[in-house]
C-alpha cells in the first residue's frame, strides 16, 4: 500500500534552547519520526542552522550578512548532529538546501521533485532547509519565506505531501497571542484566514525565530487554497502529533482544512 506523505518543519523556537542547539528535543523528534514512518514518508524540514552557527563564532545575528554566514557555519554543524541522532534510529539522512528559485519554473520545481522521490524511494530522510546563503542575496528571501514555514508549505504541495505538520513553541493558533494574553483561546479548527489576518506583522518571539505566527498563517492559507491540509502543534508535547498522525485522534492543536 502507498504510505501518506507528511512533511514535518520544526522551527528555531522549538530547536534552540539558551542560544544553543537542544539536542535532546531532536532525540525526541527522531524518535517520533522514526515511529511515523512506519506508516508514513516522512519530510522533514528544519530551521537551527543560524543558531547553530552561532555555538562556533558569535556574531551579532541583528545583520543580515552575519546571518547568512552564521547559517552557512551551522548548517553543516545541524546536519551533522541530525545525521548522528537518526543513525541511532538506523535512519540515513540527506541534506536538501532549497531557495524560493526551486519552485519558480516548473522544470526546476520537476528536478527537485526527482531527486526528492529517489529519496523517498530509498527510505533516506530528507532533511530540507532555506539555501539561507543565497536565498537572501537578493530581497531577503529569508524574511519572506519566514524561518521555513513557507518554504515548508511549498516543499507540501509540490512535493506531494498530504499534511504539513508545523511543531513550534506554541500549542496551536490562538485567538490573541498567548504569550501576551495568557487566557487566549485555542482554535481547534481552522477552515479559512482572512486577508486581513494575513497582513498582520510577523511577531517572532526569539532573536533566532523570524516567522511568528504570520508566517504559520500564511502557510496554512497556502495549503487551504491547494486543498492540502496544515496542523499546527507544540513541539514540546510530540504525543499530540503522534496521536494525530497515527491514531487519528486529536488532543490539542490546530487542523487547518478546508
Ligand atoms: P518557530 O520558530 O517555531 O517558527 P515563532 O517564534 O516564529 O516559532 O512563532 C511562534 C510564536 O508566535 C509563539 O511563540 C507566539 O509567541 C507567537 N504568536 C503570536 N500570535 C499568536 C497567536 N495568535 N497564536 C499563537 N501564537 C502566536
Known sequence: MQKSRVV??????????????DKERMEALASLIAKLRQKYEVILVSSGAVAAGFTKVKLNKGNLANKQ???????????????????????????????????????????????MEVLLQNEVLPIINENDVTATGELSLLLEFGDNDQLSAHVTHFFNADILAILSDIEGYYNENPSINPAAKIYPKVSEISAETLKEQATPN?????????????????????????????GKRLEVLEKFLLEGIQVSGTLFEK
Open 69 to 115: 554566514a552564521l547559517a552557512a557555519i551551522g548548517q553543516p554543524l545541524l546536519m551533522q548532529t541530525y545525521a548522528e541522532i537518526f543513525a541511532f534510529f538506523g535512519i540515513a539522512t540527506a541534506q536538501v538546501l532549497l531557495s524560493a528559485y526551486d519552485f519558480d519554473s516548473r522544470k526546476r520545481t520537476q528536478n527537485a521533485r526527482n531527486a
Open 206 to 234: 526569539n532573536a533566532f525565530a523570524t516567522g511568528g505566527i504570520v508566517t504559520k498563517l500564511k502557510a496554512a492559507d497556502f495549503l487551504l487554497q491547494n486543498h492540502r491540509k496544515m496542523f499546527l502543534s507544540s
Open 8 to 21: 514535518i518543519k520544526v522551527g528555531s523556537a522549538l530547536l534552540v534552547k539558551n542560544q544553543l542547539i
